[in-house]
T-cell receptor, first 115, second 117 residues
């Protein structure tokens, strides 16, 4: 069982729908991340939260809206997505102090299909 | 800016033979280097990391990687491949000068490793 849990594992939505992806980590980490994984492309870092504060937004379109209510939970709210947004969305967490070397711990991912 | 290159989309190896998956990196300072493995429909699992010290790093499932600073490489190796090693492998880097902040890792595009029985 992974220390990072993502739900749902699979999601199919229309371009006009609104849905959310959820991530929860049980590792006591302070930082959480959203990555996008598309076929034959490097993992794309989307958002970074450190102690609930967003510290990085890699020019992600506004149709993706992250929320981090506390250090253990991270959401990705989705609205008016495009078919090219279909991908595997990976959540990860890490420490940010005490000899942090940047190692990330990943969830199993949420496979999103936009019709 | 930091970057990772994995020059091979796919590596094919016969079971029992040694395997190598290549990775080169670019950072402005000294690197933290990582290898992750991804099985179908799963997240990324940590295999091993180089922080400092011995250039040969040993990790999970019999994998090891060799840090070569002059060639800016961090190739993943295993002496004897198993069919169960077939998966997608990612190399990743973080600039050590980033300190204790949260800034994620920069990943390569991944290499499919196929072990043939």
């Amino acid at each position: 069982e992974t220390g990072v849990t993502q739900t749902p594992r699979h999601l199919v939505m229309g371009m006009t729908n609104k849905k959310s992806l959820k991530c929860e980590q049980h590792l006591g980490h302070n930082a959480m991340y959203w990555y996008k994984q598309s076929a034959k492309k490097p993992l794309e870092l989307m958002f970074v939260y450190n102690f609930k504060e967003q510290t990085e937004n890699n020019s992600v379109p506004s149709r993706f809206s992250p929320e981090c209510p506390n250090s253990s939970h991270l959401f990705l709210h989705l609205h008016t997505l495009q078919p090219e947004d279909s991908a595997l969305y990976l959540c990860a967490s890490s420490r940010t102090s005490g000899g942090n070397t940047g190692e990330l711990f990943f969830g199993e991912g949420s496979r999103l299909t936009v019709l | 800016a930091q970057s990772v290159a994995q020059p091979e989309d796919q590596v094919n190896v016969a079971e029992g033979n040694p395997l190598t998956v290549k990775c080169t990196y670019s950072v402005s300072g000294n690197p933290y280097l990582f290898w992750y493995v991804q099985y179908p429909n799963r997240g990324l699992q940590f295999l091993l990391k180089y922080i400092t010290g011995d250039n040969l790093v040993k990790g999970s499932y019999g994998f090891e990687a060799e840090f070569n600073k002059s060639q800016t490489s961090f190739h993943l190796k295993k002496p004897s491949a198993l069919v169960s090693d077939s998966a997608l492998y990612f190399c990743a880097v973080r600039d050590m000068s980033s300190g204790g902040g949260a800034d994620g890792l920069t990943f390569g595009k991944g290499t499919h490793l196929i072990i043939q029985p």
